[in-house]
């Protein structure tokens, strides 16, 4: 059974930083692409950045040159450092992962941590 789990949300001040993690556990044959969504209250959960097996991240325009993901794929781990944080990136913050089993594809999702950055 595949469970992420996050942490390191929290209060910030606008400009500041955090930087939230996700460490996966189970046994499948490769955690895939990895990534970090956000959702804010009354908005869809939307997409934040990801990053590849193999290291390729991507991100969303909102969030370019001040978000940073990484990965380390011997501990199944994800981060996302968050720089520059401004009132709009306040939201709960869902780590995703896309497994490769024995059966086939499954997409796993965290419970989400909370960050909320005040102006």
């Known amino acids: 059974q595949v469970q992420l789990v996050e942490s390191g949300g929290g209060l910030v001040q606008a400009g500041g930083s955090l930087k939230l993690s996700c460490a996966a556990s189970?046994?499948?044959?490769?955690?895939?692409?990895m990534g970090w969504y956000r959702q804010a209250p009354g908005k869809q959960r939307e997409l934040v950045a990801t990053i590849t097996i193999g290291g390729t991240a991507d991100y969303a325009d909102s969030v370019k040159g001040r978000f940073a993901i990484s990965r380390d794929n011997a501990k199944n781990a994800v981060y996302l450092q968050m720089n520059s944080l401004k009132s709009e990136d306040t939201a709960v913050y869902y780590c995703?992962?896309?497994?490769?089993?024995?059966?086939?594809?499954?997409?796993?999702w965290g419970q989400g941590t909370q960050v909320t950055v005040s102006s």
């Open positions: 189970g046994r499948p044959l490769s955690f895939r692409t």
């Open positions: 995703n992962a896309d497994v490769l089993t024995f059966t086939g594809r499954d997409i796993h």
